[in-house]
Nanobody, 125 residues
Framework: QVQLVESGGGLVQAGASLRLSCAAS????????VAWFRQAPGQEREFVAA?????????QYPDFRKGRFTISKDNAKKTVYLQMNGLKPEETAVYYC?????????????????WGQGTQVTVSS
């Protein structure tokens, strides 16, 4: 089994930056991709970023990122980070870390087997 624990969320003003962390433990050798998703109240879970777990750091982002978000990882610490700059009030959501052996789309939540509990990010205007 794989455990994922997110941290780093909080309340910030529009335009501010935050760095989220996702610490992985357990049977992580079977993972191929770790991703971040977010979910606002009443909305579907939305893909934010993904990175390969093993080998080189291949990343993927949706179009809305526009250079403001960066995903990275520290292999020694088994931790994936999401650096978010220029945050907007509409990006207020619970941010989730997800992981799995992904043979299909990295952007589809149902393709991930393991999820963290989420961390709240609130952006005030």
């Amino acid at each position: 089994q794989v455990q994922l624990v997110e941290s780093g969320g909080g309340l910030v003003q529009a335009g501010a930056s935050l760095r989220l962390s996702c610490a992985a433990s357990g049977q992580t050798s079977g993972l191929s991709v770790v991703a971040w998703f977010r979910q606002a109240p009443g909305q579907e879970r939305e893909f934010v970023a993904a990175i390969t777990w093993r080998g080189g750091d291949i990343t993927q982002y949706p179009d809305f990122r526009k250079g403001r978000f960066t995903i990275s990882k520290d292999n020694a610490k088994k931790t994936v980070y999401l650096q978010m700059n220029g945050l907007k009030p509409e990006e207020t959501a619970v941010y989730y870390c997800a992981a799995g052996w992904i043979a299909a789309s990295w952007e589809t939540p149902n393709n991930y087997d393991h999820w963290g509990q989420g961390t709240q990010v609130t952006v005030s205007s």
